[in-house]
């Protein structure tokens, strides 16, 4: 005769339920986790311009490609518009750290640089001063960016960086290239740092091409392979739609197997009038 099976032991039981908490308590967490990239996502998606501004014989695209580790909410960003002097400013760039502290960071050093930016049209100034009121507000973090002003009267085009992503560009005379000019540290770090600032005078038809090292560098790929990729698309699509060529030039980032963010700002600029 079988006899009756035995209750299981006080340990299985008590193995059984604190299986049960860790369960909870896992879950708690993936809840907690989500709801900060979510509340990160939703502030960097209202930090960037809800629109890009129009000239006449000047046209602007950008396009933002988010990273692929849903954790990693990075602080890249774009920004392009219209001066008090009546040129454009278009800047780029890239911040320290991948959470929502970064992306609130990121959202100060746009801010910071646009409203100095209507203080002085000079990239060296704009930048310089960006850099002293971050260092001053003691935020402990650092941001790569790419100033550049370009006044479509005179033609002449001035650019400012700081630690970052060199510009790619190309003329519809066949000329292209990687403007590795010399910049400065990022911002944020060295405490009034005088940012050098190179000159170029736009004599044709052209395209700028300002990306964040999202799209040119990866676990699959150096940053130099990244950039001759993205310069080879800007020597054959100088002429194409900037919005055209904008999908095309993120679309590297899958190359490089990217989990950073990833952030492409394109202006295309039709030349002179005619006399």
Avoid at 82 to 94: E, F, H, P, T, Y
Avoid at 137 to 155: I, K, Q, S
């Amino acid at each position: 005769m079988r006899g009756h099976r035995a209750d299981p032991p006080d340990s299985a039981q008590n193995l059984l339920i604190t299986l049960g908490r860790l369960v909870d308590q896992a879950l708690e967490r993936i809840k907690l986790q989500r709801a900060r990239v979510e509340l990160a996502v939703a502030l960097q998606r209202h930090m960037l311009p809800p629109e890009l501004p129009e000239l006449p014989g000047v046209h602007i695209a950008a396009r933002y490609a988010p990273s692929r580790d849903g954790l990693a909410v990075g602080g890249d960003w774009y920004d392009a518009f219209l001066m008090l002097d009546g040129s454009l400013g278009l800047a780029i760039g890239d911040v320290q750290g991948h959470d929502a502290e970064a992306v609130a960071f990121m959202g100060q050093v746009r801010t910071s640089l646009r409203a100095l930016a209507e203080a002085t049209s000079d990239p060296r100034e704009v930048l310089s001063r960006t850099n002293d009121l971050l260092i001053s507000m003691g935020f402990g973090l650092f941001a790569t960016c790419c100033f550049l002003r370009f006044d479509p009267v005179t033609r002449d085009l001035h650019v400012s960086r700081a630690g970052h992503v060199p510009m790619v560009w190309a003329t519809a005379g066949g000329r292209s290239g990687i403007a590795l000019d010399r910049g400065g540290p990022p911002l944020g770090i060295v405490p009034g740092e005088r940012y050098p600032v190179t000159h170029r005078r736009l004599t044709e038809a052209g395209v700028l091409v300002l990306i964040t090292d999202g799209v040119v560098e990866g676990p699959d790929f150096p940053m130099e392979s990244g950039l001759a990729e993205v310069a080879k698309l800007v020597r054959a699509g100088f002429d194409a739609d900037p919005d055209v060529l904008a999908s095309a030039v993120i679309k590297v980032a899958e190359l490089t197997g990217h989990r950073d963010d990833a952030a492409v700002l394109v202006t295309r600029y039709d030349g002179p009038p005619a006399a």
